[in-house]
């Protein structure tokens, strides 16, 4: 599996679509939105290292470790945020 794109377009494709309702708050919105932010951040992070297993190339293993660590960097950071 090629995995291609940024952070951004994993947070489109399979971030939890944040559903709106007139009464809710912006705390609320914006705790679904970081919600939605973690859970593809570990969606892609996922799929970086299932990519990492699988392939052979080592120039490739090393541009996914690359992309695994701040992947990983970022979800710490964001959990230490939050």
Same mark, same amino acid.
């Given at each position: &599996? ?7 377009? /994993? ?22 939105? /970081? ?6 951040? %570990?969606?892609?992070? &996922?799929?970086?290292? %299932? ?6 190339? %080592?120039? /490739? ?19 230490? %945020?939050?």
């Amino acid at each position: &599996m090629a995995l291609g794109g940024t952070t951004a377009e /994993y947070d489109r494709k399979f971030a939890t679509p944040v559903v709106t309702h007139i009464n809710q708050t912006d705390e609320e919105k914006v705790a679904l939105e /970081y919600n939605a932010h973690v859970e593809a951040l %570990e969606t892609y992070a &996922m799929d970086l290292q %299932e990519c990492l297993e699988h392939t052979t190339d %080592e120039k /490739y293993k090393w541009l996914l470790a690359v992309k695994l660590d701040r992947t990983n960097q970022r979800l710490e950071q964001l959990r230490t %945020e939050g």
